[in-house]
């Protein structure tokens, strides 16, 4: 799988997390949801980037989210 995709996976599974863990402590509820998703798409930013060292940077992370949406556009 093309490591762009999987990056990008993972920031929008963080993203998700974030929603769910706002949305845990508004309930009052512990965030179980918002801990499984962070460490998914933890998981899945550590991959790609252990696979590909010097691929990607804090800088350059608008440049992988652009060619996934060309990909998905193509």
């Not at 974030?18 to 509820?29: N, P």
């Not at 179980?32 to 010097?54: D, K, Q, S």
């Amino acid at each position: 799988m093309d490591p762009d995709i999987i990056i990008v996976a993972g920031m929008v599974t963080v993203i998700i997390g974030i929603t769910a863990l706002v949305s845990a402590f508004t309930d009052r509820r512990w965030p179980w949801v918002a801990l499984a998703l962070f460490i998914i798409g933890g998981g899945a930013i550590t991959y790609a980037v252990r696979e590909n060292p010097g691929l990607y940077a804090i800088d350059r992370l608008d440049q992988p989210v652009f060619n996934v949406i060309a990909m998905i556009i193509n």
